[in-house]
C-alpha cells in the first residue's frame, strides 16, 4: 500500500540543528496531511507539527520559532527543519500522514521513526 521512510534523526548538542525528511512511496491518490510526532523515552506520543496539501501549519507551543514543517507536493515528501534544539527535544520522531487512496479512502500511515538525541 502505502510506505513513509523518515531519515535525518541522529545526535547533536544543545542549540544545534537537524533536519528530518519523511519520504512517502506507494499506491495513493493524494496526501491530505502530513506531520512529525515524537515520543521521548516513558512518555506518550505527541503531535509536533502538522501541514496540509494547502500549506497551513500548525505547531505544539514548545517549538513555535524553531522547528519548521513544510511538504514537497512534486516528490511526496515531508520535512521538519529543527532548529536551537533542546535536550527536551530528545524523542523518537515519527512521519504520519492522512493519505486518499481509490481503494482505501482516507487513511492514516505512519514511518517507523528516527530517533533524535539532544546532548552534550
Known amino acids: 500500500q502505502v510506505q513513509l521512510v523518515e531519515s535525518g534523526g541522529g545526535l547533536v548538542h544543545p542549540g544545534g540543528s537537524l533536519r528530518l525528511s519523511c519520504a512517502v512511496s506507494g499506491t495513493f491518490f493524494k496526501i491530505n496531511l502530513m506531520g512529525w510526532y515524537r515520543q521521548p523515552l516513558g512518555r506518550q506520543r505527541e503531535l509536533v507539527a502538522r501541514i496540509t496539501s494547502r500549506g497551513m501549519t500548525n505547531y505544539t507551543e514548545s517549538v513555535k520559532g524553531r522547528f519548521t514543517i513544510s511538504m514537497d507536493t512534486a516528490t511526496n515528501s515531508a520535512y521538519l527543519s529543527m532548529n536551537n534544539l533542546k535536550p527536551e527535544d530528545t524523542a523518537i520522531y515519527s512521519c504520519?500522514?492522512?493519505?486518499?487512496?481509490?481503494?482505501?479512502?482516507?487513511?492514516?500511515?505512519w514511518g517507523r521513526g528516527t530517533q533524535v538525541t539532544v546532548s552534550s
Open positions: 504520519w500522514g492522512n493519505i486518499y487512496g481509490f481503494q482505501y479512502g482516507s487513511q492514516d500511515f
